[in-house]
Nanobody, 113 residues
Framework: VQLVESGGGLVHPGGSLRLSCACSGFTFSRYAMRWYRQAPGKERELVAQIGNASGRTNYADFVEGRFTISRDNAKRTVYLQMNSLKPEDTAVYYC???????WGQGTQVTVSS
């Protein structure tokens, strides 16, 4: 299983980023996918999840309607569109395939003026 996150960067408060996670080594369309994040000195926390077939989505309370998780099964890629970013969203963001104990290298998101 290989997960390669990209799309992070430095953005001002209120800005937007779109994260991508390219997946390989498993039948992507069969598995739910998640985005997690880990800020310095804090535990890794769940941000969002998307189901496999139905594409049902769930979000952490702190998302407050600002983020959207989506997937393209043909491209074996999961996305996280993040809008109205806040400084407290600063973290390394990771994708995760539910059922596999694997993590990618993550992508750094920094929200700062």
């Amino acid at each position: 299983v290989q997960l390669v996150e990209s799309g992070g960067g430095l953005v001002h408060p209120g800005g937007s980023l779109r994260l991508s996670c390219a997946c390989s080594g498993f039948t992507f369309s069969r598995y739910a996918m998640r985005w997690y994040r880990q800020a310095p000195g804090k535990e890794r926390e769940l941000v969002a999840q998307i189901g496999n077939a139905s594409g049902r989505t769930n979000y952490a309370d702190f998302v407050e309607g600002r983020f959207t998780i989506s997937r393209d099964n043909a491209k074996r890629t999961v996305y996280l569109q993040m809008n109205s970013l806040k400084p407290e969203d600063t973290a390394v963001y990771y994708c995760f395939a539910v059922g596999f104990p694997s993590w990618g290298q993550g992508t750094q998101v920094t929200v700062s003026s």
